[in-house]
T-cell receptor, first 114, second 115 residues
Framework: EAQVTQNPRYLITVTGKKLTVTCSQN?????MSWYRQDPGLGLRQIYY???????DKGDVPEGYKVSRKEKRNFPLILESPSPNQTSLYFC?????????????FGDGTRLSIL | DAKTTQPNSMESNEEEPVHLPCNHS???????IHWYRQLPSQGPEYVIH???SNVNNRMASLAIAEDRKSSTLILHRATLRDAAVYYC????????????????FGQGTELSVKP
């Protein structure tokens, strides 16, 4: 089954403790992306990657890092999490497109930073 | 990026058709119109997309105005499982390497379905 898998689904942690949210897709997609969703602000893009070893900033990259060493994986790293990064995070992937390929989303990771 | 406008919420009765409108008066000639929906506690899910002509798939139909400044997502028979937030999104038909593939989500329309 084609899917985007995020782990963990839920995490409560404390300020400053490094954490990684993993994202894996089994559709051989070139493109992967991270979004965060906050009430009243909708979904905002954090980082994206157009292929292995190619990543770039989205709209809200501060406080986050990513890497794309393999095509299927695109982890999101919070080196020193802060409470304002408490949010619902989604990973997405799609094939190369010219505006018409659908994006596939994971089920989300709810992070709470205390 | 061109902006879309949708009603905040709509209600429907189960088994009746639902027409979800979207205005995109600043759409450019090569923008695709996409619809996604987000069910409670899930990630967004692709529903349908179109460019100029009306489109049908197993989930829904998309009716696009002749001037492309508006579109309507049609659910032919709403079920309780269709209760979700529906997003109308424009995507530029640029070469892949020229865009971040970003989907710009507005507030969407929250659809509730009554039994």
């Amino acid at each position: 089954e084609a899917q985007v898998t995020q782990n963990p689904r839920y995490l409560i942690t404390v300020t400053g403790k490094k954490l990684t949210v993993t994202c894996s897709q089994n559709m051989n997609h070139e493109y992967m992306s991270w979004y965060r969703q906050d009430p009243g602000l909708g979904l905002r893009q954090i980082y994206y990657s157009m292929n292995v070893e190619v990543t770039d900033k989205g709209d809200v990259p501060e406080g986050y890092k990513v890497s794309r060493k393999e095509k299927r994986n695109f982890p999101l790293i919070l080196e020193s999490p802060s409470p304002n990064q408490t949010s619902l995070y989604f990973c997405a992937s799609s094939s190369r497109d010219r505006g018409y390929q659908p994006q596939h989303f994971g089920d989300g990771t709810r992070l709470s930073i205390l | 990026d061109a902006k879309t406008t949708q009603p905040n919420s709509m209600e429907s009765n189960e088994e009746e058709p639902v027409h979800l409108p979207c205005n995109h008066s600043t759409i450019s000639g090569t923008d695709y119109i996409h619809w996604y929906r987000q069910l409670p506690s899930q990630g967004p899910e692709y529903v349908i997309h179109g460019l100029t002509s009306n489109v049908n798939n197993r989930m829904a139909s998309l009716a696009i105005a002749e001037d492309r400044k508006s579109s309507t997502l049609i659910l032919h028979r709403a079920t309780l499982r269709d209760a979700a937030v529906y997003y109308c999104i424009l995507r530029a038909a640029l070469p892949f390497y020229n865009q971040g593939g970003k989907l710009i989500f507005g507030q969407g329309t929250e659809l509730s379905v009554k039994p």
